[in-house]
């Protein structure tokens, strides 16, 4: 079983950064892939970016490339998301999810896919 707590989330304003942190319960945090996703008011849930267990390859969606960046500290059990540039349509809860993978490389965009859910973050952009 593995626990995920998600905080850093907040009110800012456009063009603002934040950094979200994941921090996950257990001893194999490695052999996880981890993932943020993102569910607005109205909307459904969509995938955010993705790390692999040993921080070697990620994934982004197409409307934060180059805006956020996830990145990992297997030594804390942590995950990160770093937010720059913030706009108001980033405005969502936030929430991380682990995947448990046979291959260290290995990631994943598909909610589907993940195995525990964290119960996520606010945050909000204005305008």
């Known amino acids: 079983q593995v626990q995920l707590v998600e905080s850093g989330g907040g009110l800012v304003q456009t063009g603002d950064s934040l950094r979200l942190s994941c921090a996950a319960s257990g001893r194999t945090f490695s052999s996880y892939a981890m993932g943020w996703f993102r569910q607005a008011p109205g909307k459904e849930r969509e995938f955010v970016a993705t790390i692999s267990g040993s921080g070697g390859n990620t994934l982004y969606a197409s409307s934060v490339k180059g805006r956020f960046t996830i990145s990992r500290d297997n030594a804390k059990n942590t995950v990160y998301l770093q937010m720059n540039s913030l706009k108001p349509e980033d405005t969502a809860v936030y929430s991380c999810?682990?995947?448990?993978?046979?291959?260290?490389?290995?990631?994943?965009?598909?909610?589907?896919?993940?195995?525990?859910w964290g119960q996520g973050t606010q945050v909000t952009v204005s305008s």
């Open positions: 999810a682990a995947n448990l993978v046979r291959y260290s490389r290995t990631y994943t965009s598909r909610a589907g896919d993940y195995d525990y």
